[in-house]
């Protein structure tokens, strides 16, 4: 399938070919029909599938096709960086356009955001409620409202306020939502409740995506991005089979790229904004065996046949099952053996989890001497060993000082003892010298001066008030 079989405007082919975008994603292809006939859509669909594409497509077009003023399209994100990425792609879809493209999100100057209320707004639900009380922004005028990452927004308790801003559309004639999945966590219901009779749409979550039989799957317990790259380096050396490994975004294929260069290893990449001359030039090196290692984004390894992949490397974690039976499907094929690993990150245990229960498959936690440390043991909530505790500590476990002085016994030191520690006794002299005087005193029948009588003013009874 191609963009052009879609009959969209050519600005919108041009800025689409011009974005490197040679065919439709597989949500493109299943949302684009419906939603470019005005259906309302629901997808399923993780990020990184092309899915922003997919609703923004339809939109443009709506809006270049149609005369309109205000706010005329509003997209809903959990967060601002979402938001962001959201605003960018579509100022570059709309580039030569007369269609403006703006954001209101938290941390962002207000007055600039309430001067500026383009025709696509990306919003995030915080920020909006605000300006919708104060009555400062207007949304009678949307003709199509998008939630995207619904399943976030749930969990991040915005099911009331997408209610209220839904509420206060009242012109629209098209929604969509989107979330990566579409099971659990009240989505049906939150999705009945905003749109209207909507095409269902799902990626990646069908039964031929189901984790190979043949494939293990493994996990490493990393501090950061430091020890992901000594435990990467060390698979690698000791392990030398054709090697896929998954980043999130293309900074960190030349981060990783960069770092395994310097181990010694010869790699090749792959991310979302290369050409297809170098795209193809690469997987082709990879395919033809001329280099071992292949370093990719989802998207951009999206749609490739790279055969006879031993081993997958969860660089960094999938968002989600689904992600993570995408890649790992690359390994394990056709009866043959393979393993996916993942990099886990302390907060990411739960996700660990979650993604084991979800695809209903054991994930054995490893460990390597010196290297990384074991993943802590689950314990009931509110039970925390001082072991343990180090062991979850921001190093991944090698705190070592922390634990030596964990060891050594505590001594209670009393500061005035160190404090006049080496100095002369004045006390006790005071005190020999006041017994001196007194016996001299009493040989001569006189109390002398400087010796204090027993009861009298400024003996304290502190050891330091010279009473004898
Ligand atoms: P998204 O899932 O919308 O966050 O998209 C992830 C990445 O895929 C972004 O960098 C998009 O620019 C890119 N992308 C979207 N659609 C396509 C496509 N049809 N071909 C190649 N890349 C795409």
């Given at each position: 399938?191609?963009?052009?079989?879609?009959?969209?405007?050519?600005?919108?082919?041009?800025?689409?070919?011009?974005?490197?975008?040679?065919k439709?994603?597989?949500?493109?292809e299943?949302?684009l029909?419906?939603a470019?006939?005005?259906?309302?859509?629901?997808?399923?669909?993780p990020?990184?599938?092309?899915?922003?594409?997919a609703?923004?497509?339809?939109?443009?077009?709506?809006?270049?096709?149609?005369?309109?003023?205000?706010?005329?399209?509003?997209i809903?994100?959990?967060s601002?960086?979402?938001?962001?990425?959201?605003?960018?792609?579509?100022?570059?879809?709309?580039?030569?356009?007369?269609?403006?493209?703006?954001t209101?999100?938290?941390?962002?100057?207000?007055?600039?955001?309430?001067?500026?209320?383009?025709?696509?707004?990306?919003?995030?639900?915080g920020?909006?409620?605000e300006?919708?009380?104060?009555?400062?922004v207007?949304?009678?005028?949307?003709?199509?409202?998008?939630?995207?990452?619904?399943d976030r927004?749930?969990?991040?308790?915005?099911?009331?306020?997408?209610?209220?801003?839904?509420?206060?559309?009242?012109?629209?004639q098209?929604?969509?939502?989107?979330?990566a999945?579409?099971?659990?966590?009240?989505?049906?219901?939150?999705?009945?409740?905003?749109?209207d009779?909507?095409?269902?749409?799902?990626?990646?979550?069908?039964?031929?995506?189901?984790?190979?039989?043949?494939l293990?799957?493994?996990?490493?317990?990393?501090a950061?991005?430091?020890?992901?790259?000594?435990?990467?380096?060390?698979?690698?050396?000791?392990?030398?089979?054709?090697s896929?490994?998954?980043?999130?975004?293309?900074?960190?294929?030349?981060m990783?790229?960069?770092?395994l260069?310097?181990a010694?290893?010869?790699?090749?990449?792959?991310?979302?904004?290369?050409?297809?001359?170098?795209?193809?030039?690469?997987?082709?090196?990879?395919?033809?065996g001329?280099?071992?290692?292949?370093?990719?984004?989802?998207?951009?390894?999206?749609?490739?046949?790279?055969?006879?992949v031993?081993?997958?490397y969860?660089?960094?974690?999938p968002?989600?099952?689904?992600?993570?039976?995408?890649?790992?499907?690359?390994?394990?094929?056709?009866?043959?053996?393979?393993?996916?690993?993942?990099f886990?990150?302390?907060?990411?245990?739960?996700?660990?989890d979650?993604?084991?229960?979800?695809?209903?498959?054991?994930i054995?936690?490893?460990?390597?001497?010196?290297?990384?440390?074991?993943?802590p043991?689950?314990?009931?909530?509110?039970e925390?060993?001082?072991?343990?505790?180090?062991?979850?500590?921001?190093?991944?476990?090698?705190?070592?000082?922390?634990?030596?002085?964990e060891?050594k016994?505590?001594?209670?030191?009393?500061?005035r003892?160190?404090?006049?520690?080496?100095?002369?006794?004045?006390?006790?002299?005071?005190?020999?010298k006041?017994?001196?005087?007194?016996?001299?005193?009493?040989?001569?029948?006189?109390?002398?001066?400087?010796?204090a009588?027993?009861?009298?003013?400024?003996?304290?009874?502190?050891?330091?008030?010279?009473?004898?």
């Amino acid at each position: 399938m191609t963009f052009e079989e879609f009959d969209l405007p050519p600005f919108l082919l041009e800025n689409i070919r011009k974005k490197g975008w040679e065919k439709p994603t597989e949500v493109q292809e299943q949302v684009l029909p419906a939603a470019l006939s005005g259906r309302d859509v629901m997808g399923g669909a993780p990020t990184g599938t092309g899915k922003s594409g997919a609703f923004l497509v339809p939109i443009i077009k709506r809006l270049c096709e149609r005369p309109g003023v205000g706010v005329r399209a509003l997209i809903l994100e959990p967060s601002r960086e979402l938001a962001l990425q959201v605003a960018n792609e579509a100022a570059v879809l709309c580039d030569g356009t007369q269609i403006e493209c703006g954001t209101i999100i938290g941390g962002a100057d207000r007055d600039a955001q309430l001067e500026r209320q383009c025709a696509i707004t990306v919003a995030t639900p915080g920020r909006l409620i605000e300006f919708l009380r104060k009555e400062a922004v207007d949304l009678e005028n949307v003709e199509v409202l998008v939630i995207d990452e619904a399943d976030r927004m749930l969990d991040m308790g915005f099911r009331a306020d997408v209610n209220k801003i839904s509420e206060a559309c009242p012109s629209r004639q098209q929604s969509m939502l989107f979330s990566a999945t579409l099971e659990g966590s009240g989505i049906g219901r939150f999705a009945s409740e905003v749109l209207d009779d909507p095409e269902e749409v799902r990626v990646g979550s069908g039964d031929g995506d189901k984790l190979p039989e043949d494939l293990k799957l493994r996990a490493y317990y990393t501090a950061g991005d430091e020890q992901k790259c000594r435990v990467l380096v060390q698979l690698l050396t000791t392990r030398r089979v054709r090697s896929l490994v998954f980043v999130k975004t293309r900074d960190r294929v030349g981060m990783v790229r960069a770092l395994l260069r310097r181990a010694g290893f010869d790699v090749a990449t792959l991310e979302g904004d290369m050409s297809q001359a170098e795209r193809d030039g690469a997987s082709r090196r990879f395919r033809d065996g001329a280099c071992d290692i292949l370093v990719a984004t989802d998207i951009a390894a999206r749609g490739l046949d790279l055969p006879d992949v031993k081993a997958v490397y969860n660089f960094d974690m999938p968002t989600n099952a689904a992600v993570l039976t995408h890649r790992s499907g690359r390994t394990a094929r056709a009866g043959s053996r393979g393993v996916s690993v993942l990099f886990v990150l302390p907060e990411q245990i739960e996700s660990l989890d979650s993604i084991s229960r979800y695809t209903g498959r054991e994930i054995e936690k490893r460990h390597i001497k010196g290297v990384c440390a074991e993943f802590p043991a689950a314990r009931p909530q509110g039970e925390r060993s001082e072991k343990k505790r180090s062991r979850a500590s921001e190093s991944g476990g090698f705190d070592k000082r922390r634990k030596e002085e964990e060891k050594k016994p505590r001594v209670k030191k009393r500061y005035r003892v160190i404090k006049n520690k080496g100095k002369p006794d004045f006390a006790e002299k005071r005190r020999r010298k006041a017994e001196i005087a007194a016996r001299k005193a009493a040989a001569h029948g006189a109390a002398p001066e400087g010796a204090a009588p027993s009861g009298a003013e400024g003996a304290s009874g502190d050891g330091e008030g010279g009473q004898p």
